[in-house]
């Protein structure tokens, strides 16, 4: 079992300059998106996705998680340009097509106002 302790262990000991020293690493960017998920850090969490996108802007694991962070957030505009993207690159997605219309649900209903 990993503890939170693990992962911010892990983010001093390095997976924050390796990004630094090499911010083309995809592989440092999903290691902290483990790291910023652990420790509840949203923003930090969405950015890092960001910066995956940029070096493969078809990652589609990339897509999907700030899809769901930005949905978490409330941004549903964001979420549901995620999901349109996810489903430009793999339009059989049943998974994404399940959860646009969970988005257009709470704009229909305003839950989120």
Not at 3 to 26: C, F, M, N, Q, T
Request: glycine fraction near 6%.
């Amino acid at each position: 079992m990993t503890r939170l302790g693990d992962y911010e262990r892990a983010d001093s000991k390095g997976y924050s300059k390796a990004v630094k020293i090499r911010p083309d690493l995809k592989r440092g960017w999903r290691k902290l998106t483990k790291v910023y998920r652990a420790q509840d850090k949203n923003e930090l969490l969405i950015m890092a996705l960001s910066r995956i996108l940029e070096i493969d802007s078809e990652d589609e694991i990339a897509l999907w998680e700030r899809a769901e962070a930005h949905f978490e957030d409330k941004k549903l505009g964001d979420a549901m340009g995620d999901v349109h993207k996810l489903l430009a690159i793999n339009p059989g997605n049943q998974k994404a097509r399940k959860f646009k219309a969970q988005i257009l649900e709470k704009l229909d209903t305003r839950e989120w106002d």
